[in-house]
């Protein structure tokens, strides 16, 4: 292959890291970001995503070396599936192996079916069967919408009524059904693997900052922040892990026929009964991915082309010593009604150990505003945790944003374990 040209899928501050991550390798000449956003300029003029024929005929019409795939919505409605069969080289799964996100229902169905431990749940497909479920069962107690729901259909319950309320909010949202989950206590970590099918290659544990308040208050948003590295899990305990939970699932996968090419995300509970999974992902974190990116030192494109054709086999990959911590500025309102159209102010001089990734951004007549609910990923690295999370605090601070909501405790869990 001479110079790659790599197509990122998407427009998240996800999408913003691969393509920075991406470009930094000697293989590749042109990364191309659809649809993009302002940090991700020059942008390229594609279909939808979510329209996967027309998106994957000129993803085909453009050449393209690789294809990676960013968000779940076209996984789940197979845009990798129709860039293969145009002889495309993918990183992502197929919608037949993306349905571990696409359904909480079968993801938890195929966890029993290959012994993945993972927290005791029942499965209501109507109202009443959970209200029923839910007097039996009482509170605490999760409730989770099977579907999509952009990392916000989770209810951890106290109370049976609020329990009650989740459930008439999610059938009434047109959900087909919910899970009623045992709610499990412990420190929640994030596991990305590299997967090519038949092998994983794993990447550092990161941890996110999913509630929209400090301290872990206010509803769920799609993460407001994550630290990578966590040791959380020694040596014994990761390879544990591989064993009892990563291994299961890839050849659960393989022999349902559908085998796994992209980045499987495990959320793991680390609980007094050891790690329990959490959820699937079938796709890099946002903003997992903004605070391990950084820290990898070995080339990017050379794994996922590896893992995309079926190549990867078992390989130690480099990563920078030190730490490094996300902080998400997002629009006032987020995760509700976030209010777009604020000029931002980025200085160009934040210095060397500090990057900042895009995500809900546009330029409107030259101007840089926000155009999305988690606008901007300030991301600083350091030696230690500590440092790592004062340069990116000390960037937000120097950024223009009116009214930019942040959490200002990322990275304080680690302190008190
Ligand atoms: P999920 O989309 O399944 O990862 O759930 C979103 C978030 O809800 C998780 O990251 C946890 O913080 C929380 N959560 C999910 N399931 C449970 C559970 N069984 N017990 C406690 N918290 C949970
Ligand atoms: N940060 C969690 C996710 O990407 O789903």
């Given at each position: 292959m001479s110079a790659a040209r790599v197509l990122v899928v998407g427009g998240g501050g996800r999408e913003h890291a691969l393509a920075w991550a991406l470009g930094r390798?000697?293989?590749?000449g042109e990364v191309l970001v659809a649809p993009g956003n302002a940090g991700t300029v020059p942008a390229v003029r594609m279909p939808?995503?979510?329209d996967v024929d027309a998106f994957a005929d000129a993803a085909r019409d453009r050449a393209v070396d690789l294809v990676v795939i960013g968000p779940e919505a076209p996984l789940v409605a197979g845009l990798a599936d129709a860039c293969r069969a145009r002889g495309l080289l993918v990183y992502g799964p197929d919608a037949a192996a993306a349905r571990l996100e696409a359904s909480k229902v079968d993801a938890k169905a195929f966890m029993l079916r290959h012994g993945v431990p993972t927290a005791a749940a029942r499965r209501c497909d109507d109202v009443s069967s959970a209200l029923a479920a839910l007097t039996e069962l009482g509170a605490p107690i999760v409730v989770k919408r099977?579907?999509?729901?952009?990392?916000?259909?989770?209810t951890v319950a106290e109370s049976t009524r609020a329990a009650e309320a989740a459930v008439h909010e999610a059938f009434a949202a047109g959900e087909d059904a919910v899970l009623l989950e045992e709610r499990l206590v412990g420190q929640e970590v994030s596991l990305l693997l590299v997967c090519d099918g038949r092998d994983a290659v794993p990447l550092r544990l990161a941890q996110d900052?999913?509630?929209?308040?400090?301290?872990?208050?206010g509803p769920m948003t799609g993460g407001m922040g994550t630290v990578a590295p966590?040791?959380?899990?020694?040596a014994a305990a990761q390879a544990d892990v591989m064993r009892s939970i990563v291994r299961p699932t890839l050849d659960g996968l393989r022999a349902e026929g559908t085998p796994f090419v992209g980045t499987l995300f495990i959320g793991l509970m680390l609980t007094e009964r050891g790690p329990l999974v959490l959820e699937y992902n079938v796709r890099f974190g946002d903003p997992e991915t903004q605070a391990l990116l950084p820290l990898l030192e070995s080339d990017l494109f050379e794994l996922l082309r590896d893992a995309a054709r079926g190549t990867l086999g078992t390989r130690a990959l480099r990563w920078r010593a030190g730490a490094c911590a996300c902080v998400v500025m997002a629009a006032?309102?987020?995760?509700?009604s976030p209010r777009t159209g604020t000029p931002l102010d980025v200085p160009g001089?934040?210095?060397?150990d500090v990057l900042v990734f895009h995500a809900g951004t546009r330029l409107e007549g030259g101007r840089l505003v926000s155009a999305g609910g988690r606008v901007l990923n300030v991301v600083g690295l350091g030696n230690d945790m500590a440092q790592a999370v004062a340069r990116a605090y000390g960037a937000v601070e120097r950024i223009?944003?009116?009214d930019a909501h942040y959490r200002r405790?990322?990275?304080?869990r680690l302190a008190q374990p």
């Open positions: 390798s000697p293989l590749v939808d995503p979510d099977s579907g999509l729901a952009g990392g916000k259909g989770v900052y999913k509630q929209a308040e400090d301290g872990d208050l966590v040791d959380l899990l020694d006032p309102g987020y995760p509700g001089d934040l210095g060397a223009g944003f009116d405790d990322i990275g304080s």
